[in-house]
């Protein structure tokens, strides 16, 4: 017998933006402490685009983690919305930041692995939460 969960509109909308909120902001504390070490110690340029998937799957770890507490199933779908919703932020800051915005083919890549690594991170923690 399967349990019936409803969740209304608002909550589900909340439990999104808190759970991407949640991601862009470790990304940006993440990203700071990486500058930091950038600056202070001699470290390749070959180590910035590891570094940073890191720190991108860490952030939807703990983002689509507090979304998947409230909203309890459809871990694919609900990563992939949480994903989805961190990309577009991330890009908007990135780009305010950088002072231009550029739609080039490594940006599509980007967003495809974000989508792939945010519904799977989003089944993996489903099955967390459901244990």
């Known amino acids: 017998m399967q349990k019936s969960l409803s969740i209304n509109k ?7 933006l808190t759970g991407t909120l949640l991601a862009i902001s470790i990304t940006l504390i993440l990203i700071l402490v990486f500058a930091l070490f950038i600056r202070f110690f001699d470290i390749s340029n070959a180590w910035i685009f590891p570094v940073n998937q890191v720190i991108k799957i860490v952030s939807l ?18 990563g992939v919305i949480v994903a989805t919703l961190y990309f577009v932020i991330n890009y908007v800051i990135f780009a305010i930041l950088q002072g231009k915005i550029s739609f080039v083919l490594s940006n599509f890549y980007d967003l495809i692995l974000t989508i792939a690594m945010g519904g799977l991170i989003g089944i993996i923690v489903v099955n967390i939460i459901k244990k």
Do not use: E, H, P, R
């Open 10 to 16: 608002k909550d589900g909308a909340l439990a999104y």
């Open 61 to 78: 770890f703990f983002g689509i983690y507090v979304t998947l507490k409230k909203l309890k199933s459809q871990g694919l779908l609900n």
